[in-house]
């Protein structure tokens, strides 16, 4: 894979990341092999899934898990890294606190299916439908969710009806 790419997609990531106050981690080395990942997922399947989970190669039942994932902002909170570690908390990058493994928030495939079957829609007398973005929580109201999170730049497929 040529370099370029990497670090084409590591510069976007990383601008993206500031912009919406988050941070990348700082191993440079390290965080390159993660964006490899994720453009190798790119290739393989047309969406940028974790390069730490397994993909089921179904954009549909793999959408928590496309960078940023879902579980990402509740890791972060909790842990200081998100599960890969791509993403670091403001006291992992300063040296206050130290990177440690994490366990898995993305519950198991069957829980999964059965969360997905078990949603409703919720009604509403708004004038228009409020969406959520899945990764960060924005919440805007409008006829079609944002084509991209204006917070933590998710694509228009992470938002979902809230209300």
Known sequence: MPEERINKLYEKLKKDAEAGGYHLNPDI????????????????YGYQACPCRISSGTKKEDIDIICPCDYRDPDLDEYGTCYCALYVSQDILNGKKELGSIPERRLPEEERKKQTEGKVEGLSSLKYPVWRCKVCGYLCARDEPPEVCPICKAKKDRFERFL
């Open 29 to 44: 080395d390290f965080t390159k092999k993660l964006v490899r990942g994720l453009i190798v997922n790119e290739d393989r």
